[in-house]
């Protein structure tokens, strides 16, 4: 079973800017979609960006031209850059993978943008 992680969490000022990475246990190249979710206290998970094995990529409103989505498959990893970071956007962050055998979910990893 493939297995998801996150890093690149952290503390940063509005305005700020993080990488995240999501590293699979195995290869990535069979998942459909890949992506990025985030979940709010006090609110439901809601997607934050998708991309496809051949790099086609899908933002949420909230975050397009501010977040970056990309995918590495010799490295088996899927990055969200996040520019001009703003207090909405606190949150744990979750990597997700689709295939037609698998959907899959990282950990999570912890977001905060003070203002």
């Known amino acids: 079973q493939v297995q998801l992680v996150e890093s690149g969490g952290g503390l940063v000022q509005a305005g700020g800017s993080l990488r995240l990475s999501c590293v699979a246990s195995g290869s990535i190249f069979t998942f459909n979609r890949m992506g990025w979710y985030r979940q709010a206290p006090g609110k439901q998970r809601e997607l934050v960006a998708t991309?496809?094995?051949?790099?086609?990529?899908n933002y949420a409103d909230a975050v397009k031209g501010r977040f970056t989505i990309s995918r590495d498959n010799a490295k088996n990893t899927v990055y969200l850059v996040m520019n001009s970071l703003r207090p909405e956007d606190t949150a744990v962050y979750y990597c997700h993978a689709v295939s037609a055998v698998n959907d899959l979910w990282g950990q999570g990893t912890q977001v905060t943008v003070s203002s």
């Open positions: 991309v496809t094995p051949i790099g086609f990529t």
